[in-house]
């Protein structure tokens, strides 16, 4: 259903090959042999523990970290070098406290369009419409002027995605980009990331450690345990029995309960459903 949206769209779309990747650290083997292919415009939850490796697969397909061995392909060529149409976006998402909602997306054409224009503000027209655009996506063109400091911890992280997503990727990785929220927030985010991919096409990748809001939005899983995959499927496969197997020893019970993750923050309820009209 995603990728006949997608199709639509006119955006482009990327498929994603994971070919034995492996990292390690002195001793340490952050990624253990992982392999996996997301064909475009799929929306995929990596799941794991702290430490598991979730951060540092993801840092290896944006080409932020050179992997021991294995090679990232996307639509058939290496990940050797970082790339604008792949965006990254962290939990700590550093936008700017004191520029705007509209400056902060802006900047991120600085991916497109180089650090001189940026620093000098020389943004074409069609660059600032892309800001707006982008704005729109996450639901905070309203709030375009508002300061990024007086924007609560969901908005800024709206705002770090806007940012994203004016560099125009063709796919988006989300490092735990909801760690630091409150639930509701991070409700809030995720649905919007879910919207961005969809309108956007974008082949997409979140890191999470939380299991309900993962099977909540997420439409396949991967799973790593100290570096290795051990899970890659479904939300229909990712049963009681595979949360253990990603979890180990961890106690898993109350992560698996998804009434709560059924209750978005108002603010979700209110601009989403607004934003869905807008944007069917
Ligand atoms: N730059 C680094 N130098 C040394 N060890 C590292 C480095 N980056 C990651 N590691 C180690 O690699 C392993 C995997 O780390 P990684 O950050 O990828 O896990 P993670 O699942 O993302 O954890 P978290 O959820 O806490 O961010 C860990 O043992 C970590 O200590």
Redesign the pocket.
């Known amino acids: 259903m995603i990728n006949e949206a997608a199709s639509k769209s006119g955006y482009q779309m990327s498929k994603i090959v994971v070919d034995n990747l492996r ?1 390690t ?2 001793d ?4 253990d042999d992982v392999s996996f292919e997301v064909p475009a415009g799929e929306f995929v939850i ?1 799941l ?12 290896c397909m944006s080409a932020l ?1 050179e992997p021991t061995e294995g090679q990232v392909l996307i639509d058939g060529e290496p990940m050797t070098t970082t790339r604008p149409e792949v965006a990254m976006i962290f ?1 700590q998402h550093n936008i700017v406290g004191d520029m705007s909602a509209y400056s902060n997306a802006l900047s991120g054409g600085i991916n497109r369009t180089g650090l001189l224009e940026s620093i000098f503000q020389l943004h074409d027209d069609e660059e600032k419409q892309r800001a707006l655009e982008a704005l729109d996506t996450v639901g905070l063109l309203d709030e375009a002027e508002k300061k990024g400091r007086r924007m609560s911890g969901g908005q800024q992280q709206r705002v770090g995605i806007a940012r994203a997503l004016t560099q125009l990727p063709e796919v988006l990785l989300a ?2 980009p909801v ?1 630091s929220l409150d639930p509701g927030s991070a409700q809030d985010v995720m649905r919007y990331m879910q919207h961005a991919s969809e309108e956007r096409a974008l082949t997409t990748f979140i ?1 999470l ?1 939380q299991v309900n809001i993962a099977r909540k939005y997420g439409q396949r899983f991967i799973g ?1 345990h100290d ?1 290795k995959k051990v899970f890659d499927g479904y939300r229909e496969d990712l049963t009681i029995d595979a949360v253990d197997k990603i979890y180990g020893e961890i106690d898993t019970d109350g992560m698996f309960v998804t009434d709560e993750a059924d209750t978005p923050s108002d603010e979700l309820a209110d601009g989403a459903s607004k934003h869905t009209e807008a944007k069917p």
């Open positions: 990292k650290y002195g340490t083997v952050a990624l990596i794991g523990v702290s430490g598991s490796g979730k951060s540092t697969l993801l840092r970290t939990q490092d735990e760690a890191s450690h790593l570096g």
